[in-house]
């Protein structure tokens, strides 16, 4: 019998949503399917172009990725708007100092053949920090690829007070995913009890969820599942909504951990 069989989870997930979904039905799964945010690019791509220009020309000594989303739209923004300037930027790419936050930007850079060269221990705001805390950034000029438009003052008042040069772009924002309706009927399949887990996999999952109904109610309903996260940043913006944890990968914060982690939980008895 396959680990998940029979079990059926809800998942909130995006970009993704079919790899996550495959993945949870191949170990037996019944996958209800909630996409609760969207991912679009930045709605005018002026500034996006000219922080790239700047880049491309030696503008920066390191470069700041805190998604591997943000990278990828970047590149985007690039080919629909100004295909030229992609060999520019992909040279300075390659001759900047890549610090990234978690997995998914190094994996990003590794699928332009790039490395990144300073990880966070920690994939969070304050685990990049940590990572910079020693490295002598005054008179550096250091680019930072923000999540979504969340302008992160924390990253960008260390950098600051540092004595950095900082100079941030937003490639893309999260809107409203399902309608009211659609939210509605997550919850009541929660409140049903006839859901085994619901898995997020971004803040902005969390952020949209309790956003779009009263909280009260999204607390009561999550708290009748096993609530699962991808790793520490949804983790913390669940626990700071009163949301108790029951999954989440050790290390390694991607799809398939998470996968393994919720099999693992659902093998227990509750």
Not at 66 to 88: F, K, Q, S, W, Y
Not at 111 to 120: I, K, V
Request: overall charge positive; hydrophobic content about 50%; proline content about 7%.
């Amino acid at each position: 019998m396959e680990p998940l069989s029979d079990r059926v989870i809800a998942i909130a997930e995006t970009r993704e949503l079919d790899v996550f979904a495959a993945l949870l039905e191949r170990r037996g799964a019944r996958v209800l399917r909630y996409p609760l945010v969207q991912i679009i690019d930045a709605p005018d791509p002026a500034p996006v172009l000219v922080w790239l220009r700047a880049f491309a020309g030696g503008g920066c000594d390191d470069l700041i990725l805190l998604t591997g989303e943000g990278l990828r739209r970047l590149l985007r923004c690039i080919d629909g708007h100004e295909p030229a300037l992609r060999p520019p930027f992909l040279a300075s790419l390659a001759a900047v100092r890549k610090i990234t936050r978690g997995p998914k930007p190094a994996r990003a850079l590794r699928e332009l053949g790039l490395a990144s060269d300073l990880a966070a221990a920690v994939p969070t705001t304050e685990g990049v920090i940590e990572s910079l805390r020693n490295q002598g950034l005054a008179g550096r000029r250091v680019g930072v690829q923000l999540y979504g438009e969340e302008p992160n003052r924390t990253l960008i008042g260390f950098l600051e007070g540092a004595g950095a040069r900082v100079f941030a772009v937003a490639p893309y924002r999260y809107a409203d995913g399902p309608a009211a309706a659609a939210i509605d009927g997550l919850l009541r399949e929660l409140e049903s009890g006839r859901v085994d887990a619901i898995a997020f996999t971004s803040k902005a999952q969390v952020e949209r969820l309790f956003a779009a109904a009263n909280p009260e109610r999204v607390r009561a309903a999550l708290a009748a599942t096993n609530v699962a996260a991808v790793g520490p940043v949804v983790a913390a913006t669940l626990a700071a909504r009163g949301v108790a944890i029951a999954a989440t990968p050790e290390s390694s914060w991607f799809m398939k951990p998470l996968t393994a982690a919720l099999s693992e939980r659902l093998a227990r008895p509750t």
